[in-house]
């Protein structure tokens, strides 16, 4: 008996180290990047950013004027995002601005307990959008089959690696990310191949029952905000004109109707930029995100417009303020 324990303990002990060292080698990542910039920066953060990897990818925080900070997250919906905003926005005395995504469809989702990454919230923000489960405490029990392959095509070829800064934006894509790079940006070929079309409906799916539970949320948010004297600005980052042409006239519809109730709210902004860029494929990764190039000239826009949106004093001025730049050059 003591010999098989030992002999377990040698066959298990090697595996546990080698699990282990995983499991912190992939925690190294811009999850815990967001975490640490918001932890060292809350008492200075006046612009908080939230919503899916639209807005993350489309935002660096380190490129705004005012201290900004990114909690925006890949396939997350708007009410994980409240839960974000409402476990970090009480921590952040001096912040001004809250950006939250409303690009098309976002108002016909949300992230139920199966969600892909309720995980991550519970390990890096410790939000639990589940009945407790020990597995999501880890990122290799959370999934094993998709973080192991992670890891090893990290080792495999480091072009794999997204590079980040201390904000957690992706300054460097992972070539396993970069639709169109990886296409050389020819968009007749990636047509071709049927890869262009995958998520293209994604922004047309709605749902009456979501649609009602996220606007409840969003005046939860709105309301808070405003008792803080917390202005909300919606937006929409710019898409590729694939996506943009297949969009729906019913889920255009059904956000303008969300819209349309703060055209008289002065606390309330929507800044539409789904058409800037729209033409130039060098600009995105995919039909639904910037790439880091792109991103860098958003960023610029951004800033300006807030810059402007700050001296012009916007309680003297309209609620709704619908800002289109789709004449703009993609050459710009």
């Not at 042409?245 to 789904?274: H, T």
């Amino acid at each position: 008996m003591k010999k098989y324990l030992v002999n377990l303990a040698l066959f298990v002990l090697p595996i546990a180290v080698i699990f282990f060292s995983m499991e912190l080698y992939l925690r190294e990542n811009y999850y815990k990047a967001k975490k640490q910039y918001l932890e060292s920066n809350k008492d200075q953060v006046e612009a908080l950013i939230l919503g899916p990897s639209y807005t993350w990818r489309a935002i660096d925080p380190l490129g705004m004027d005012i201290t900004t900070a990114s909690l925006a997250h890949e396939a997350s919906a708007v009410n994980t995002n409240m839960m974000l905003f409402s476990k970090f926005a009480p921590q952040l005395p001096e912040l001004k601005y809250v950006f939250f995504d409303l690009s098309l469809g976002y108002l016909e989702n949300d992230n139920n307990q199966k969600w892909e990454s309720n995980h991550l919230f519970n390990i890096y923000y410790d939000i639990q959008n589940y009945e407790s489960d020990l597995k999501n405490n880890w990122l290799l029990t959370a999934n094993f089959k998709f973080y192991t392959k992670l890891f090893f095509s990290y080792m495999m070829d480091e072009k794999n690696i997204e590079r980040y800064n201390d904000a957690g934006f992706i300054f460097k894509l992972s070539a396993l990310y970069d639709l169109f790079g990886n296409a050389d940006y020819d968009i007749e070929k990636l047509e071709k191949s049927g890869k262009l079309y995958e998520r293209l409906i994604y922004q047309n799916t709605v749902s009456d029952e979501r649609n009602t539970k996220n606007q409840e949320i969003l005046q939860q948010l709105i309301g808070y905000c405003k008792d803080r004297g917390i202005q909300v600005i919606f937006l929409s980052p710019p898409k590729y004109y694939l996506n943009n042409d297949m969009a729906s006239d019913e889920v255009i519809d059904r956000r303008e109707k969300f819209v349309s109730k703060f055209v008289d709210n002065k606390d309330v902004f929507f800044w539409n930029y789904e058409h800037t860029l729209e033409d130039n494929p060098r600009y995105f990764l995919d039909n639904t995100h910037l790439n880091p190039d792109g991103a860098a000239l958003f960023t610029e826009i951004i800033n300006k417009e807030l810059n402007e949106f700050h001296q012009n004093n916007p309680k003297d001025s309209p609620g709704h303020t619908l800002i289109r730049t789709n004449q703009m050059s993609s050459d710009e």
